[in-house]
T-cell receptor, first 115, second 111 residues
Framework: NAGVMQNPRHLVRRRGQEARLRCSPM?????VYWYRQLPEEGLKFMVY????????ESGMPKERFSAEFPKEGPSILRIQQVVRGDSAAYFC?????????????FGDGTRLSIL | KQEVTQIPAALSVPEGENLVLNCSFT??????LQWFRQDPGKGLTSLLL?????REQTSGRLNASLDKSSGRSTLYIAASQPGDSATYLC??????????FGQGTTLQVKP
């Protein structure tokens, strides 16, 4: 009974390259949340998606960042033209309903390092 | 402005001690509050979830309380063990379900 799967676990990119982070939610879950944990900071909400829809992107930087959750396949967080400040741990969480009372289950994260 | 504050930021105790971690939040219109554990290099493990209508939840040696009127939650750990060493995060959810996190309390339990 697999939990939330994120890959890769570690990703190294040079400045200016693109980073693609993948998240497969728990089986049966159709709601995905992305969070970012910068060094020495707490986790910050980025975006909430339901299948094929972005519900809340209030935490997403205005440029270079995008997210999708297609009908088939994992959710993707995409960062274009990465900069050093993008180095962080990116966590995905899923729930089986979008209601606030439902617990979110987290993956182990992707550690992104920008050279 | 920090919406969720956790005190202390770090705590070191000898094994066997009972301890309390504190979390305060500024938004009284929360839907629920969760306590998580995070081990180094790992994701978050949900420990306890308290719905806004509840006052406390218990699981094993852990007990979490919620006082919405004062904007406070506490996590009580009884008879602490070295395996409890980790960072403990509290977070509340709003109506969209997104979680607002504190910066955590890093706990070290010494044998």
């Amino acid at each position: 009974n697999a939990g939330v799967m994120q890959n890769p676990r570690h990703l190294v990119r040079r400045r200016g390259q693109e980073a693609r982070l993948r998240c497969s939610p728990m089986k049966g879950h159709s709601h995905v949340y992305w969070y970012r944990q910068l060094p020495e900071e707490g986790l910050k909400f980025m975006v909430y998606l339901q299948k094929e829809n972005i519900i809340d992107e209030s935490g997403m930087p205005k440029e270079r960042f995008s997210a999708e959750f297609p009908k088939e396949g994992p959710s993707i967080l995409r960062i274009q033209q990465v900069v050093r400040g993008d180095s962080a741990a990116y966590f995905c969480a899923s729930s089986d309903a979008g209601t606030p009372g439902e617990p979110q289950h987290f993956g182990d994260g992707t550690r992104l390092s920008i050279l | 402005k920090q919406e969720v504050t956790q005190i202390p930021a770090a705590l070191s105790v000898p094994e066997g001690e009972n301890l309390v971690l504190n979390c305060s939040f500024t938004d009284s219109a929360i839907y629920n509050l969760q306590w998580f554990r995070q081990d180094p290099g790992k994701g978050l493990t949900s420990l306890l979830l308290i719905q806004s209508s509840q006052r406390e939840q218990t699981s094993g040696r852990l007990n979490a309380s919620l006082d919405k009127s004062s904007g406070r939650s506490t996590l009580y750990i009884a008879a602490s063990q070295p395996g409890d060493s980790a960072t403990y995060l509290c977070a509340f959810s709003r109506n969209t379900g997104k979680l607002i996190f504190g910066q955590g309390t890093t706990l070290q339990v010494k044998p």
